[in-house]
């Protein structure tokens, strides 16, 4: 599992790509999957005891591109 701290959002444009926007929310997270123009983002969530790098839970966010920025959607 990568842990991280920004991504990088890209467009296929098919015979290029094209950087759009970044990812950085204020907490650790990785990306799932695209499902449905969805990015689904995986919040880690550390309790009191777990290990470093080792959350015991997550929270999903939902995210869709709206022009050139992420906009998340609330559930």
């Given amino acids: 599992m990568i842990v991280g701290i920004e991504a990088a959002v890209y467009l296929n444009m098919g015979s290029t790509v094209k950087a759009i926007t ?9 990306i799932q999957s695209i499902k449905e123009n969805r990015l689904i983002v995986v919040e880690e969530v550390f309790d009191e005891n777990d290990s470093p790098g080792f959350p015991s839970k997550g929270k999903l966010h939902y995210f869709v591109l709206n022009g050139e920025s992420l906009q998340e959607i609330v559930e």
């Fill in 22 to 30: 970044a990812l950085s929310p204020d907490y650790p997270f990785h």
